[in-house]
């Protein structure tokens, strides 16, 4: 373990892209004019499929090794050496980094793929796929980094980047205000990262083991025990703070709003962001710095409730969306939840796997629906659509077989992932039975609104205009190809990671040397087989009432919708009026207080500069006078009394030589005579 | 007059003062600046009797006689100042009359 295997092919991995970004950022303008948008997908998809083949590689390289020396490390030069501090500039791959490479670079190269025939007609294509590629650069940045300063980078690099993305159409103002959105409400999350690590390195420097090496962080963890600042434990008051970051990039309560409003980006986009990547960051980082988390079981119980309130909330809201993107958005948000759960409960590697079959069956669900956009002209508000399974038959497939998946239909990839984070909650020490009891609530309503999107999209009479109806096609190779790979992932994936009563998750035994092994009871596997059948039946459920309402429409939606009152339909529409609410305390609060500190520059800060100015002038107005009347006056008065004594004596000078002489004479003969008198 | 003999200084001097109250009774009288000239002329060879006696009773060196000398030049060079700007007196005024160039005092 202590003698990582260095190789220098990783940061190719992150370099490619980065390459990719710079030339397609630089000179893409110029290919794309000379060359055709061609040239354009080229340089973009190259760089990530290659690092797609390079992770493959490391991928093997690791499998072939012990499970205890599974460590590449790709050391490129120290990067900060500050007293203590010491942050290399390096990139490493152990099992958990391994699944994140593989799921960035292989989903997010299928996304590429897909983009160069969803965003064919853009204009602006080339800037369109030079943030694509930096984006994926700065997410490989935040899942290589061998410390936590590196993956902060990366974690930054994927805030901007997003914000670039959804404000991609920067000409609605409705799009930039979503980037921007995005942007600040991350920039929230990441102060609490920051905190969280620089109390880390404190609390450690303290202990003389300075360092922000997650090996090393792993190593002198232990250490923190018992420490603790203003009576709370070191470490759980900074896994807390990390965990505020996780909540900014994975989208939970409270900072989870700006997820569903990112949907204004191009879908790409929305698949490579909200499915595959940056809202992954979150629980990536929590499973990378487990054995911090671990020792926090307050941390872990906080983590395990906003996770399961999460899911059910995004979950309610979901139900009443009309918005094509908007239910899969709200959807990711409840997903997320439930890998926070998993992380809540212990279970970091069935949390990182959830987080693997997410992003197969959300980036089909996602690219599924960019498919439909864009044979309906742009159109996202399902009431407008129906009946599109004979039009687009791979996409209603694809689509199918991803609903089923989320939904938790047995054998498919959800429905393991899923289950294994409610058997957790279930059964670890960490877990309890009511988180259990939410999560399975969640997991209906995940299957009655993913079923109500399907049979609304698909099913029944088109309800689009005569126009966009005769328009209506599959979409070109580019699309639909991702789209079936992305199908198969959704059905196959899973079954790397079996439950215990199936004979035991390969997945969860992959990701022990980092998350360590379960703490998992041996509950029963009868117990096990009953809880699952619970959940299926749950997921049954609402699908079967989702197949009443909008299928067969024998029941109608407004027996619920009028439920008391209708008040839980206006409070899950308006999305529990959060937004309204920070809009009223923050973004009104954040004005308040600028207006407060205009008035305070107006009247204080200007009054005591136009004070002083004023007090300047008073002052030399005094200075003025004293000149005037002082000094001038003293000068005018020599001048006054030299003319006047020049005019008095100006009357001895006759002009006559001969009186001159007279008084020279009489002069002379007076000194003579006192002369003679006096001096003798 | 007792002791008035060529062998002794205060002859001389006498003499020398009788000049020179000539000449400055002749400067203070004259209205004419010809005449004014002259008397300035009949003082400064006074001065010289003075000079030139002072020398012959006093140290015995020639000094004295030598100072005589330099006065003389420095009266011809004085007349030939003095006759020039009599002389532009009498372009602008019409007149050599000392009395009538009082124009500088108002």
């Known amino acids: ?680 | 007059m007792p002791g008035f003999s060529p062998n002794e200084l205060s002859s001389y001097l006498i003499i020398g003062a009788i000049l020179f109250a000539l000449g400055l009774f002749t400067v203070l009288t004259r209205r004419n600046a010809i005449s004014v000239l002259m008397g300035v002329e009949l003082i400064l060879n006074s001065a010289n009797i003075n000079y030139v006696a002072f020398s012959h009773f006093g140290s015995g060196s020639a000094d004295g006689q030598i100072y005589a000398i330099f006065v003389i030049m420095l009266a011809a060079a004085e007349a030939a100042v003095g006759l020039a700007i009599v002389l532009a007196i009498f372009q602008i005024f019409h007149s050599i009359d000392v009395e009538a160039a009082q124009t500088l005092k108002e």
């Open chain 1, 1 to 680: 373990m202590d003698h990582p295997i260095q190789t220098d092919t990783l940061r190719w991995i992150v370099f490619l892209p980065l390459l990719g970004a710079i030339i397609n950022g630089l000179l893409g303008a110029v290919i794309q004019k000379r060359m055709g948008k061609r040239a354009i997908s080229f340089l973009a998809c190259a760089p990530v499929i290659l690092a797609f083949l390079l992770s493959l590689q490391a991928f093997a390289t690791l499998k072939g090794l012990d499970p205890e020396q599974r460590f590449l490390i790709d050391r490129l030069y120290t990067w900060i050496s500050l007293g203590s501090l010491k942050v290399d500039m390096a990139f490493l791959v152990d099992p958990l980094s391994a699944v994140m490479i593989l799921v960035v670079t292989g989903i997010g190269g299928l996304i590429h793929i897909y983009a160069t025939g969803y965003m064919h007609e853009d204009k602006a294509y080339w800037r369109f796929f030079a943030y694509l590629n930096l984006f994926t650069a700065a997410m490989l940045t935040l899942v290589l980094g061998d410390n936590v300063l590196l993956m902060f980078v990366g974690w930054e690099g994927v805030g901007l980047c997003s914000y670039a993305l959804i404000g991609f159409w920067y000409q609605d103002h409705n799009n930039a205000r979503a980037g921007n959105k995005a942007f600040i409400v991350n920039r929230v999350g990441d102060f609490g990262f920051v905190l969280g690590m620089f109390l880390l390195f404190w609390s450690l420097d303290a202990q003389g083991h300075g360092t922000l090496t997650f090996r090393e962080m792993a190593k002198w963890a232990s250490t923190l025990q018992g420490q603790t600042l203003w009576g709370i434990g070191v470490v759980t008051l900074a896994t807390l703070f990390l965990f505020i970051g996780a909540t900014g990039k994975s989208a939970q309560i409270p900072l989870y709003v700006w997820l569903p409003d990112a949907m204004a980006g191009p879908t790409p986009v929305s698949a490579l962001i909200h499915a595959a990547t940056m809202v992954t960051a979150g629980v990536y980082m929590t499973a990378r710095l487990n054995f911090f988390f671990s020792m926090a079981p307050e941390t872990l119980h906080v983590i395990a409730w906003i996770g399961v309130l999460t899911a059910l909330m995004a979950a309610t809201i979901a139900l009443t969306q009309y918005d094509i993107k908007k239910v899969l958005a709200y959807s990711t948000v409840s997903q997320l939840g439930y890998m926070f759960i998993g992380v809540g409960v212990g279970g970091y590697a069935a949390a990182i796997f959830h987080l693997m079959t997410h992003a197969f069956f959300k980036a089909c669900l996602f690219l599924g629906a960019g498919s439909v956009i864009h044979a309906m002209h742009h159109e996202q508000d399902m009431r407008k659509m129906g009946g599109l399974r004979h039009h687009m038959p791979l996409t209603f497939w694809t689509f199918a077989i991803s609903v089923l998946a989320i939904a938790g239909t047995p054998l498919t990839a959800g429905f393991f992932s899923k289950d294994e984070i409610l058997w957790l909650a279930f059964s670890s020490p960490h877990g309890n039975k009511l988180i259990w009891l939410l999560a399975v609530v969640g997991a209906g309503m995940t299957a009655f609104y993913m079923f109500r999107q399907f049979f609304m999209v698909f099913f029944g009479e088109c309800r689009a205009d005569h126009h966009t109806q005769e328009h209506l096609h599959e979409s070109p190779r580019a699309m639909t190809l991702p789209l079936v790979v992305l199908a198969l992932g959704a059905l196959f994936a899973g079954w790397i990671g079996l439950p215990a009563v199936f004979g035991g998750s390969q997945f969860a035994h992959w990701l022990e040397p980092v998350t360590g092994g379960h703490a998992e009871e041996h509950a029963s596997h009868a117990l096990e087989l009953g809880l699952m059948a619970v959940s299926i039946a749950v997921a049954a459920s609402g699908f079967f009432i989702a197949y009443l309402m909008y299928y067969r429409e024998t029941l109608s939606p407004e027996r619920f919708t009028h439920l008391a009152g209708g008040f839980f339909y206006r409070l899950f529409d308006r999305k529990y009026y959060l937004d309204e609410i920070y809009q009223a305390i923050f973004v009104n609060g954040t004005l308040l207080l600028a207006r407060i500190g205009s008035l305070f520059d107006q009247y204080i800060i200007d009054g005591i500069v136009d004070g002083s100015a004023a007090l300047t002038r008073f002052v030399s107005w005094i200075n003025g006078l004293f000149d005037n009347y002082v000094i001038d006056g003293i000068v005018n008065a020599v001048a006054n009394i030299t003319f006047w004594i020049g005019n008095k004596f100006r009357r001895v000078q006759t002009g006559n030589i001969n009186s001159y002489l007279y008084v020279v004479l009489i002069a002379v003969v007076l000194v003579i005579l006192a002369k003679l008198r006096y001096w003798s």
